[in-house]
């Protein structure tokens, strides 16, 4: 007797299965677990003390100076980042979008940061903001600029701006990719017929590129909030979180709250409001830009 | 003949998949499961470490050792992660800063009745074995001891008109603003004050040398209420990084090795470290300043220096080796006598980079003193090794994060971000916070 052969539905599920099963242990099980253990004591220090104590880890947030300090250095960096980024990338990649001589040699080195791991990245940066030896006190000793060598990562502004500015560095690339990206697909029409019209540069950039450019962007800032909030190894090599509490972002108090301190209960909170706050944010920024464009999911 | 098809294919890689999900199930609870004995430590000359081991391989043919060294910075982190995930090894290095938390965390067993064990703990300095012991037990034999000292560059100061360190920070700072004025050194004193997750031993050693405690014998923070020497440590080290400007700023980007170097390379007049570190400080092949190095006590706030601080290395034992027997053959290798009666790889380690010893013997033997003399004054190293003493908080199982929020309080008073009494003040709650959070 032939076989009754499977449906289209039950044939999906069989081929999809062994992905979902890789999924669900690799991906599914330990964001659930560690949400399990975030409503635990769980201190390895203390494996007698171990219990169920519900929502005790995440309300004792609100009077957790630490947390509380992170989150807004965080939230600072977040902005900082997110702001220089955009800016760069869009120009950038407005002038990689143009024909010109080198532009080849100019987009790939625009990539390279790309693929620098984040703790090179970090020493990188650390020798480049170095106070004996730096190559930016060298230039600018060299340039006159300023008197003698400086120790830039020593304030708290200093060594907060600068550790934005090589994480803008690490993660400028893959928003230039996808602005970029996002131009070609601009028909140049759009741009003749805007110049019949006599619009100017600004006009054109702002009544043709930048609806356009909506849903890039909306990638680019998603990704990038994300990326930034969960800023952690360019961070921890340049100034460990300091000077003070400084550039204590609220993932390296995570890592440092689970791996040095080994509280589980509490480091799955904080990774648990991280995933909040950037889904919060992510879902703010649909609501703001899903209406201005086609957008489809 | 058969073709190999896809399917077969297909099958063949889910059999290999499914075979290496089972073998890594399989590989916890340490050991490797063919009886090699897993030993894992921070990087520290790992080159050396694995050519101690071979000799230990020679005299065992019958024992296997696999050494991992981890980096020094992320040791911890990845010692926790691999005992938490089961897989931790069977003998591994362990920080004094890190037993009591290791021993409550089920990582480590104890090695009380261990043939040779009590021998060992009744010949080290007693400093050192209170150390090792936790509630009671036994948990660690010595890898290695240090105690913080000045490490002044002799030929600098001699420019500036000194003769003799400085014995009070009062005098310290008078002797750098010397060198500072003379034009030698912009800033005569360098120290290592990035935020990292080693502890600090200068700020314990300066608070020690001044006479003070931060915590009474049953961890009750005096630091505020009782005893003001921190408070005072921290005005001088704030006055001394902002007003007289004899401290560099940029300490708070330095690290251990680039303050070596740093060092090595004469731009420092002083600082405060570990007495090995005059091993390479004086060693004409790695230093511009070899031979003008010298240590001193810890100056602290009265006239004479009223100690120093120690620290203790250790080699544990993991509570679920399988392996125990050779890997305690291991441990006794390491950190015990050999059969002759000596503390080879103690010895071993002194002679190769000057890493003090817990043995008190040592400290007569002829290698030992011949090699001390090439590098430092042994009446001072000796000096040093007996008045200096432990953090009386390592037992507590909330070390680790007062240490850590020292640091950023230390680090907002050298950038005069905070006072003095706010930062006391801050380490006091901090402490109070952290006993209550753990009770």
């Known amino acids: 007797m032939p076989r009754k052969p499977w449906s289209d539905n039950v044939r999906a599920y069989a081929l999809n299965a062994p992905a979902i099963i890789v999924i669900s242990l690799l991906v599914a099980y330990p964001i659930g677990y560690s949400f399990w253990v975030s409503l635990h004591r769980d201190n390895l220090k203390q494996p007698l003390a171990k219990r169920f104590i519900g929502l005790d880890n995440y309300l004792s947030l609100f009077h957790d100076d630490a947390f509380l300090a992170s989150l807004r250095v965080s939230a600072l960096f977040v902005l900082v980042v997110l702001a220089f980024t955009v800016v760069l990338a869009m120009t950038l990649a407005l002038v990689l979008n143009e024909t010109f001589r080198g532009r080849g040699l100019l987009l790939s080195l625009a990539l390279l940061p790309w693929a620098m791991p984040g703790v090179v990245n970090g020493l990188m940066w650390r020798t480049v903001f170095d106070a004996k030896t730096g190559a930016l006190n060298g230039l600018l000793t060299q340039l006159g600029l300023v008197d003698g060598y400086q120790a830039w990562l020593t304030s708290g502004t200093g060594a907060f701006f600068f550790t934005a500015m090589a994480q803008v560095w690490n993660t400028l690339p893959f928003s230039v990719i996808i602005l970029l990206a996002g131009l070609a697909t601009i028909p140049s029409e759009l741009y003749d017929a805007a110049k019949v019209d006599r619009a100017g540069v600004l006009r054109r950039f702002g009544q043709v590129t930048m609806p356009w450019l909506t849903h890039p962007l909306l990638i680019v800032l998603i990704l990038e909030t994300m990326n930034a909030f969960r800023a952690f190894d360019t961070i921890y090599v340049l100034t460990g979180g300091g000077p003070g509490s400084a550039t204590t972002t609220i993932a390296l108090l995570d890592v440092r709250t689970v791996l040095t301190y080994t509280d589980f209960g509490l480091g799955s909170a904080y990774a648990w409001v991280i995933t909040l706050i950037t889904l919060v944010v992510s879902i703010g920024y649909i609501a703001l830009l899903y209406r201005r464009g086609n957008f489809e999911v | ?439």
């Open chain 2, 1 to 439: 003949m058969n073709a190999f098809t896809r399917r077969e294919a297909l099958k063949l890689a889910g059999l290999g998949v499914s075979a290496s999900f089972l073998a890594a199930c399989g590989e916890g609870g340490g050991g490797s499961g063919d009886g090699t004995v897993r030993f894992e430590g921070w990087d520290y000359e790992a080159q050396l470490v694995q050519q101690n081991l071979d000799r230990f391989a020679r005299l065992n043919k019958d024992i296997r050792v696999s050494y991992t060294p981890i980096t020094s910075a992320q040791y911890v982190q990845k010692v926790v992660a691999e005992f938490t995930g089961d897989a931790g090894p069977d003998a591994l290095y362990v920080y004094d800063d890190s037993l009591a938390g290791w021993v409550e965390a089920g990582y480590l067993q104890p090695l009380d009745g261990l043939a040779g064990v009590a021998d060992v703990y009744d010949s080290i300095y007693p400093s050192n074995a209170e150390t090792m012991t936790y509630k009671g037990k036994r948990y660690g034999l010595p890898y290695y001891t240090d105690s913080q000292c000045l490490i002044y560059n002799a030929e600098i100061l001699g420019k500036a008109g000194f003769t003799t360190p400085p014995k009070s920070l009062d005098e310290l700072t008078r002797q750098a603003l010397k060198i500072k004025n003379d034009g030698l050194l912009e800033y005569p004193i360098g120290m290592t004050a990035q935020l990292s997750d080693t502890w600090w031993a200068w700020v314990w050693g300066l608070v020690f040398a001044s006479g003070g405690e931060m915590f009474a014998d049953d961890h009750t923070p005096v630091l505020k209420s009782k005893d003001p020497t921190t408070k005072n440590v921290f005005a001088w080290l704030r006055d001394a990084a902002n007003k007289s400007k004899v401290l560099d700023p940029a300490s708070l980007q330095l690290l251990p090795v680039p303050l070596d170097n740093a060092m090595m390379a004469g731009q420092y007049a002083f600082t405060i470290g570990a007495r090995y570190a005059l091993r390479t400080y004086n060693d004409p092949a790695k230093s511009k300043v070899a031979g003008r190095m010298k240590l001193a006590l810890v100056p602290g706030l009265e006239d004479e220096s009223k100690g120093t601080v120690s620290n203790t290395r250790m080699y544990g034992l993991s509570a679920n080796t399988q392996v125990k027997d050779k890997a305690v053959k291991l441990l006794t290798y390491l950190g015990g006598y050999d059969r002759d009666k000596v503390p080879y790889t103690a010895k071993f380690w002194f002679m190769q980079r000057g890493l003090g010893f817990t043995f008190t013997d040592l400290a007569k033997d002829p290698d030992v003193v011949a090699a001390l003399k090439k590098f430092a004054d042994p009446v001072v190293y000796q000096e040093l090794a007996e008045t200096a003493h432990a953090r009386n908080v390592l037992d507590v199982p909330w070390y680790t994060e007062f240490e850590t929020e020292m640091h950023k309080v230390v680090q907002q008073v050298l950038t005069d971000q905070a006072t003095p009494e706010a930062a006391v003040a801050s380490l006091d709650k901090t402490a109070g916070d952290l006993k209550k959070k753990y009770s």
